[in-house]
C-alpha cells in the first residue's frame, strides 16, 4: 500500500530576549525564513527578557537589573515577533515571571504584572497567533510527530531527559546552547536545543559561568506532515551563516 504524505514547511526560533537580541543574525534568520516561506513559524519562548521581575532585581536595591524598563523590554520584544509573524507563541521562563506575580502579596506588583499579561496576550492575539503558557502540559505544541516547547529543565542532559519524559522527537530552546541528541528510549527519537539569537556578551548574568561558553546562535527548520516530522538545526560557522537556499 503506497502512502503519499503531503508535506508542509516549518520554522521556529527561540530565547531572543527582547534588547538582548543580536540584530545581525536577527536579520539573517529572517531572511532565511523568507526564503523557506513556512507554513508554520513558532516562537519558543524568551521573546522578552523581563530582568526588573527577576526575584534577585525585586528583592535588592542594589541590583542593576532592578532599574531596566519593562516599557521597553516588551515594546522591543513585541516588535521582533512582529516581524516573525509567529502562528505559535510559546511563554518561556522570562516572560512566566509575570505570570507568577499575578499571585503576589503585594496589590501594586500584582497589578504591574495583570497590565503586563494582559498585554502580552492582547499583542499576540492582534498577531493572530495561538498564545502557549509556560507549563509541562499546556505549553506543548504537536506538529506531525514532534513537540515543541521552551523547555522545563536545565543541566547537561536536559534535552535527551526531555526527549525521554516525552517519548517523542523534540524542538525546544531554554538552554542557549544550539544541540542535537538522541533518547534512549524505543525508537530512539532526536532531540533538538535550537540555541538562543541574543548577543550573547550583553547577557552580563552569565559572564561568569563556564556553560556559557556552549551558548551559540541558532535556529531549527524542517518540513512536517500528518504523522512526521524532518528537523535540521543551524547554526553559524565562524559567525557566517550558510544555508541550502
Avoid at 503531503?6 to 543574525?25: E, L, P, Q, Y
Avoid at 542594589?62 to 520584544?77: A, C, E, N, Q, R
Avoid at 561558553?213 to 550558510?242: I, M, N, Q, S
Wanted: glycine share 8%.
Amino acid at each position: 500500500m503506497n502512502v503519499t504524505r503531503k508535506w508542509r514547511r516549518w520554522f521556529a526560533v527561540g530565547c531572543t530576549h527582547a534588547n538582548h537580541i543580536d540584530r545581525k543574525s536577527w536579520d539573517i534568520v529572517l531572511a532565511f525564513k523568507e526564503r523557506w516561506a513556512p507554513e508554520m513559524t513558532i516562537h519558543l519562548g524568551d521573546f522578552l527578557d523581563t530582568a526588573a521581575w527577576r526575584a534577585g532585581a525585586r528583592n535588592s536595591q542594589d541590583d542593576p537589573d532592578k532599574t531596566i524598563s519593562f516599557s521597553d523590554d516588551y515594546l522591543v520584544g513585541m516588535t521582533h515577533l512582529k516581524e516573525l509573524r509567529p502562528d505559535v507563541v510559546m511563554l518561556g521562563n522570562h516572560e512566566a515571571r509575570l505570570w507568577s506575580m499575578l499571585r503576589s502579596s503585594s496589590a501594586v506588583v500584582a497589578y504591574a504584572a495583570e497590565q503586563g499579561t494582559q498585554a502580552i496576550e492582547q499583542a499576540v492575539k492582534k498577531l493572530k497567533a495561538r498564545l502557549l503558557p509556560y507549563d509541562i502540559d499546556d505549553g506543548l505544541f504537536l506538529l506531525g510527530d514532534t513537540v515543541f516547547l521552551h523547555g522545563f529543565q536545565c543541566g547537561e542532559a536536559a534535552v535527551r531527559d526531555t526527549v525521554e519524559s516525552l517519548g517523542k522527537p523534540i524542538v525546544m530552546a531554554h538552554l542557549h546552547r544550539p544541540e542535537i541528541t538522541r533518547g534512549r528510549v524505543r525508537g530512539s527519537p532526536v532531540g533538538i536545543c535550537t540555541g538562543t539569537l541574543a548577543n550573547i556578551p550583553s547577557m552580563g548574568y552569565a559572564r561568569h559561568r563556564r556553560a556559557t561558553y556552549r551558548w551559540g546562535h541558532g535556529f531549527a527548520y524542517g518540513e512536517y506532515c500528518a504523522d512526521a516530522t524532518v528537523a535540521w538545526l543551524a547554526t553559524p560557522v565562524k559567525d557566517e551563516w550558510r544555508f541550502p537556499l
